[in-house]
Nanobody
């Protein structure tokens, strides 16, 4: 059975760092596209980062708002994708969702209706 579980959220001060994890079971990350979305109360869910992996090749994208601060990566042995978040800002506060698309799309877009599996989300709060 396919499962997607996020972890690593919490409270952090502005300028601090967190690492989110997305652990997948029931499928392998290879030949799938993993995307991070986030949603703040009253706001639309937005794409944050994406990683697609194909036989040793990796494609990644980042939203303009997080470029230079966030890094997405994966550990195939653990079947886990990570989102390293540095220099966090209050506007990064949101519930972060891991999303799996069982298609190789090379991280060309963030389309909600194309997501096949969602995690339940992990809350990131950036506040002093």
């Amino acid at each position: 059975q396919v499962q997607v579980v996020e972890s690593g959220g919490g409270l952090v001060q502005p300028g601090g760092s967190l690492r989110l994890s997305c652990a997948a079971s029931g499928f392998t990350l290879d030949y799938n596209t993993i995307k991070w979305f986030r949603q703040a109360p009253g706001k639309e869910r937005e794409g944050v980062s994406c990683i697609s992996m194909t036989n040793g090749r990796t494609y990644t994208t980042y939203a303009d708002s997080v470029k230079g601060r966030f890094t997405i990566s994966r550990d195939n042995a653990k079947n886990t994708v990570y989102l390293q978040m540095n220099k966090l800002e209050p506007e990064d506060t949101a519930v972060y969702y891991c999303a799996v698309r069982t298609t190789l799309d090379y991280c060309s877009a963030y389309v909600l209706r194309e997501v096949d599996y969602w995690g339940k989300g992990t809350l990131v709060t950036v506040s002093s």
